[in-house]
């Protein structure tokens, strides 16, 4: 019943994607519909999938992560910072091997914020948004020490030239890594056991506990897991932009929060799934193209995106009460 559930919502909010697609198209028809259109939005949609992805794991586990934007931003400048250590200041001319060392340094550098939040999560006892919401301020405190307040803007220009603006077989490479990553997510999710103790954990930790299931164990795993993609994302915003754009990424948490929770997870854990995500992710995506389009001014997409998520966590609720009422 509750998959069955989750799979309802994830056709009603696939129904109000296209019908915002509808609306945008019918407003400026010579704009919208387009390829270059379609090819700018995975594009800007690339970076929050990633993001979304891994919180999909954190909220079926009835947690949350309010600091996947900043670690996202503390990634990007850790990845900066050792590339043009090595290059000698300037990484515009490096090669391959700084490209690749500096993907390490913003993998391990999002990793470890994770392990702390979740060590803070399960061994502390905090609770999820309390230590989310410190990581967050504390994350972009720390990378605007790091880069003395100041954008990094020189990242090799290789990097930029394959993943910023590269394609393979005429798909951006940032869609293809987003893809990537969504495809191993979908899988980790639904066939192995690291998906299963996923969401035995959302749905009843105590009971997961007396079958076996080390929770703390677990739930570290899911958050470093939610730190290593958000170093991942901060590594290919590097790319797309060339710079670190620390005045960046303020909504991502947000948006990222809201496509995962329009896509059918339950904010009180034990249901969701990575395509429901894939579709809850395009709303905000599309929202924001739309309005850009449109000459609808900016500010209005968060706005948007807010209320778009209050109405699906009252919907959420409105489902889990009927089904305990059955």
Request: charged fraction near 10%; charge should be positive; hydrophobic fraction near 55%.
């Amino acid at each position: 019943m509750v998959a069955k559930l989750s799979k309802i919502t994830t056709v009603w909010i696939a129904l109000v994607l296209v019908l915002l697609c509808v609306v945008f198209s019918v407003i400026n028809p010579a704009a919208f519909p387009t390829a270059f259109n379609l090819k700018t939005l995975l594009v800007e949609a690339a970076v929050l999938l990633v993001l979304s992805v891994g919180m999909t794991f954190v909220i079926i586990t009835a947690g949350i992560d309010l600091s996947v934007g900043s670690v996202l931003l503390f990634a990007s400048m850790c990845s900066a910072l050792a590339m043009n250590s090595m290059a000698g200041g300037d990484s515009t001319a490096a090669g391959a091997d700084v490209a690749f060392v500096g993907l390490l340094v913003a993998l391990v550098a999002g990793a470890a914020w994770g392990v702390l939040n979740g060590l803070l999560i399960t061994v502390a006892k905090v609770p999820p948004l309390i230590v989310t919401l410190g990581s967050f301020g504390a994350a972009l405190g720390a990378a605007q020490l790091a880069g003395d307040g100041t954008d990094v803007d020189t990242v090799p220009e290789g990097m930029r030239e394959w993943l910023g603006f590269g394609n393979t077989l005429g798909i951006p490479n940032m869609v293809l890594v987003a893809l990537i990553v969504t495809l191993l997510g979908g899988w980790l999710l639904t066939t192995t056991r690291f998906g299963r103790y996923t969401f035995a954990i959302g749905s009843n930790p105590e009971a997961a506990r007396r079958v076996g299931i080390s929770v703390t164990r677990h739930l570290i795993m899911v958050y470093t897991l939610v730190g290593l993609l958000a170093g991942l994302a901060g590594y290919m915003s590097l790319a797309q932009f060339g710079a670190t754009t620390l005045s960046g990424h303020t909504t991502d948490n947000l948006n990222a929060i809201a496509g995962v929770v329009l896509g059918g997870t339950s904010l009180f854990g034990g249901v969701g799934s990575i395509a429901g995500t894939v579709i809850g992710v395009f709303i905000p995506a599309v929202l924001t193209r739309g309005f850009i389009i449109t000459g609808v001014q900016a500010y209005w997409q968060p706005i948007a995106v807010g209320l778009v998520l209050v109405a699906a966590v009252w919907f959420d609720q409105s489902r889990r009460r009927a089904r305990n009422n059955r």
